[in-house]
């Protein structure tokens, strides 16, 4: 199994970013999928989750409003639409599969994302 987050990078307040993450070894399609992000010196917290189909998304609070997830099952992808982002959504973006109160999958590297002027 390997989950390949990219999409990265340095952002100014206000702007956007769309992260991917590339899923392999598994059957991407039968799974929700869900996005974390671990920001420095905090715990790795749930950001978005999707479900198999697409059919039912949810978020976390302080990305409400700002933030899309989507899943391209054809291409075992799932994406993270940031928009609007703020200094606070600094960290460490992670994918995985959501699995009773944990995920299923070893992590993969990551992709960081820095908010800053």
């Known amino acids: 199994v390997q989950l390949v987050e990219s999409g990265g990078g340095l952002v100014q307040p206000g702007g956007s970013l769309r992260l991917s993450c590339a899923a392999s070894?598994?059957?991407?399609?039968?799974?929700?999928m869900s996005w974390y992000r671990q920001a420095p010196g905090k715990e790795r917290a749930l950001v978005a989750r999707?479900?198999?189909?697409?059919?039912?998304?949810d978020y976390a609070d302080s990305v409400k409003g700002r933030f899309t997830i989507s899943r391209d099952n054809a291409k075992n992808t799932v994406y993270l639409q940031m928009n609007a982002l703020k200094p606070e959504d600094t960290a460490v973006y992670y994918c995985?599969?959501?699995?009773?109160?944990?995920?299923?999958?070893?992590w993969g590297p990551g992709t960081q994302v820095t908010v800053s002027s």
């Open positions: 070894g598994f059957t991407f399609g039968y799974y929700s």
């Open positions: 999707i479900s198999a189909s697409a059919a039912v998304t």
């Open positions: 995985n599969v959501p699995w009773s109160n944990s995920v299923k999958y070893s």
